[in-house]
């Protein structure tokens, strides 16, 4: 049986996660933490151990590790893209030291580190269609930036001290238990609350942008998959390109119609976001993923769509 720390459990993906995590291997085994309390986060934080643990501080990380006897880590704490950009030194220091405080704390006690990474690690210069696993990696964002280092730094413990490490390049996530935390891709969220509150949508991302999506059930399943992947299979480790669909806001928006058909879309594009997003993949190529550990999503557009609107629809009582 394992025993899970999550860093970052407050977050878009851990908060799903880890209850995720704490069903498959029992509350007492799934400890979470994050830098402060949230509320609307009552049943994560009750259902089993919460720490506050800041990852740029490493004793405590170190502290919390030792005192749970953890033996996995699955490292979700970060700053996203468009928070990167407006605060590059704090993603900077989160980003960075904190993967490197959880390495080196996997290293002494020896964990094995779960950590995503993201498309963000692809820059202009990467073939922006299907976008092969092993590519060129310059990005021009601090969060990729902090992205590709980390993937470097998760590769170099496994070779050089042998520490179990993997990760996925997540595309952007999509869910409605947690808003997410300041990302490029978040648009594709906003999309379905407005569609439901408001029947219209004004993107900050412009018409044809495409990128690579993922629903969150997918997401999860990709995490407890190759954590739970065999390691003689596995040829990458750090990280592994991973995708559900490719669209951009006219498509989401079309898919949206087909359950509310007044729904409008315009566009009031943001600059900033913008350039990230012209910067990544149109599409991602994830044969790797399929063949070393079987990754295989379940949701498209319109099933997402589906579920999406049902799920959020219910959850604003609307
Ligand atoms: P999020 O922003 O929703 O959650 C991250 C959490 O980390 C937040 O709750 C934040 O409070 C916490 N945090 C920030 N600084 C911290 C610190 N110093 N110490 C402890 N906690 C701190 O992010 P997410 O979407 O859940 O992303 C989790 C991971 O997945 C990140 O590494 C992110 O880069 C990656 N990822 C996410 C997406 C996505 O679309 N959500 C896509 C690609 C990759
Ligand atoms: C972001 O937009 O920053 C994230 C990501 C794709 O890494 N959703």
């Not at 291997?25 to 309390?37: C, E, K, P, Q």
């Not at 170190?62 to 490292?75: P, Q």
């Not at 993923?289 to 379940?298: T, V």
Request: aromatic share 8%.
């Amino acid at each position: 049986m394992k025993k899970i720390l999550v860093t970052g459990a407050l977050g878009q993906i851990g908060s799903e996660l880890t209850m995720g995590l704490r069903e498959q291997y029992g509350n007492a085994n799934v400890i979470a933490s994050s830098r402060r309390t949230k509320e609307g986060h009552e049943e994560l934080m009750e259902s089993g151990i919460f720490e506050i643990v800041d990852v740029a501080d490493g004793e405590k990380l170190s502290e919390v590790v030792k005192k749970h006897r953890i033996d996995t880590i699955v490292h979700l704490a970060a700053i996203l893209s468009a928070v990167g950009e407006e605060r590059p030194n704090q993603a900077w220091n989160v980003n960075m030291n904190g993967l490197y405080n959880v390495l080196e704390i996997a290293r002494e006690e020896d964990c094995a580190v779960f950590t995503p990474s993201s498309i963000a690690v692809f820059g202009d210069s990467t073939p922006p269609d299907n976008t092969p696993q092993d590519t060129i990696q310059r990005p021009n964002t601090m969060y990729g930036v902090t992205k590709v280092a980390g993937e470097l730094l998760c590769d170099y413990y496994y070779h050089r001290f042998g520490v179990d490490t993997r990760g996925v390049r997540f595309p952007g996530l999509i869910s409605y238990k947690t808003l997410p935390g300041g990302g490029t891709t978040d648009y594709a969220v906003h999309i379905y609350y407005d569609a439901l509150k408001h029947k219209r949508y004004t993107s900050f991302i412009g018409k044809g942008t495409k990128m690579d999506m993922m629903y969150m059930p997918d997401a999860l399943d990709a995490i407890v998959q190759l954590l739970d992947a065999d390691p003689s299979r596995l040829i990458h480790r750090n990280a592994f390109n991973v995708t559900a669909m490719s669209f951009d806001p006219e498509e989401i928006a079309a898919s949206i119609r087909k359950k509310i058909p007044e729904f409008e879309l315009d566009y009031d594009v943001d600059p900033v976001r913008q350039a990230i997003a012209n910067s990544w993949p149109n599409s991602m190529d994830d044969t790797a993923a399929r063949e070393e550990w079987d990754w295989n999503p379940k949701y498209d557009l319109d099933a997402m769509t589906e579920d999406m609107l049902a799920k959020l629809g219910e959850k604003l009582g609307l």
